[in-house]
């Protein structure tokens, strides 16, 4: 056991002869807020997959809330994948039952909450609705749990402003104390004041890590501004 | 209510001012009680371990304490909030002259204008440097 809530060391994952993830070393304590940064391609997705445990055939050690990615890992890590999960023809009021019955540390009172203040009816068929309020269904369900870290796959380029402050506003003032948030995404502007670090990556690899306040002192600039220094 | 921030400089630093605003214009009273850190990372919309900087370097100024199980305060010390009232505003002043300087005005004339200013200009308007009543289409 160590106190890093992610540690991975020398991760490497080929898709054939595709080098997704070219020797990832990487530590991220609990408690914080880390944006997942980098263009299409660099490899966020799969290491997200990684450490999530749903993609396996890696080489290289990676341990998540104190274990490898497995079930005892899943049972405390909650992912929000950036494609549809949940059943084309269940309503969203069977998700939730999904949720209850597959994860222990699921608060079915908040996700109802959240569904509702996204304006969303429980009886409504995921089928019938739009691929935005789906996945306002897939944020509800996934930020509703209990878990010590949160692995969210861009969750807030799909949605409408508004429920994009939702979301923002329930990753800073209300997830358990002590978890830490992963979120990928290439909108860095959007979630500037909400980081607290950050890990830049390119071609599979981690170019820039660390505290966001001491990044902007160090070059003077948002991180926005490095991010397109930094890719230029 | 969100602050605009400028995304160029160090956020907790930011954070910072506007505590100092609202302890010096009365929107957190002397003696009064702050909010977590979490209900004002939820409000402010930033990040709770930034917010938790800010204040930290508040009590260090001596303009909060934290009592033990009950919660952070304002200091109730008059004295240190009109201390800092004093510095703002010197703050504020130093901004002025330095732009004046650089329209090339002198003293006399920089001093008059303000002491005209004073009484005709609209100063009821918000104030542009509180982020908190910024309307939100004023972003650059």
């Not at chain 1, 997704?20 to 660099?42: K, T, Y």
């Not at chain 1, 009886?123 to 209990?146: N, P, T």
């Not at chain 2, 909030?81 to 002043?93: K, P």
């Amino acid at each position: 056991m160590t106190d890093h809530a992610i540690e991975i060391t020398g991760l490497t994952k080929s898709y054939g002869r595709t080098r997704a993830l070219d020797g990832v070393d990487l530590r991220l304590s609990p408690g914080r807020i880390v944006g997942l940064l980098g263009e299409n391609g660099c490899g966020k997705t799969t290491l997200l997959k990684i450490l999530a445990g749903v993609m396996q055939d890696y080489t290289g050690d990676v341990r998540i809330a104190g274990h490898r990615p497995g079930p005892r890992s899943k049972a405390t890590v909650s992912f929000l994948p950036d494609v549809s999960f949940l059943p084309e023809r269940a309503r969203i009021e069977e998700c939730l039952r999904l949720y209850r019955d597959f994860f222990a540390d699921f608060d079915e009172a908040k996700a109802r909450r959240l569904v509702d203040s996204f304006g969303l009816e429980t009886s409504l068929r995921l089928k019938e609705a739009s691929r935005g309020m789906r996945e306002k269904v897939q944020i509800a369900l996934a930020m509703s749990r209990e878990a010590s870290v949160f692995l969210l796959d861009e969750p807030i380029s799909g949605v409408d402003p508004l429920a994009r402050d939702t979301l923002l506003s329930t990753i800073v003032g209300d997830l358990p104390e002590h978890s830490l948030v992963l979120i990928s995404t290439h909108l860095v502007h959007d979630l500037e004041p909400v980081l607290d670090s950050v890990v830049m990556m390119r071609h599979g690899r981690v170019l820039v890590a660390g505290d966001v306040d001491d990044l902007r002192s160090e070059h003077g600039t948002s991180l926005d501004s490095l991010f397109k220094e930094t890719y230029r | 209510m969100t602050i605009d921030f400028d995304p160029s400089r160090p956020i907790w630093h930011q954070l910072v001012h506007e505590f100092r605003r609202r302890i010096v214009v009365g929107t957190w009273e002397p003696g009064g009680r702050i909010g977590g850190v979490r209900d004002l990372a939820g409000e402010l919309g930033v990040n709770p371990n930034t917010v938790q900087r800010a204040l930290s370097e508040l009590e260090r100024d001596g303009l909060c304490r934290v009592e033990r199980a009950s919660g952070r305060y304002v200091t109730d010390d008059g004295e240190r909030i009109r201390g800092l009232r004093a510095e703002m505003a010197a703050d504020a002043a130093d901004d002025y002259i330095r732009r004046a300087r650089g329209f090339g005005i002198p003293l006399d004339h920089a001093t008059s204008l303000i002491a005209e200013r004073w009484t005709t200009d609209d100063h009821d308007r918000p104030d542009p440097t509180d982020a908190t009543t910024r309307p939100a289409d004023a972003k650059a």
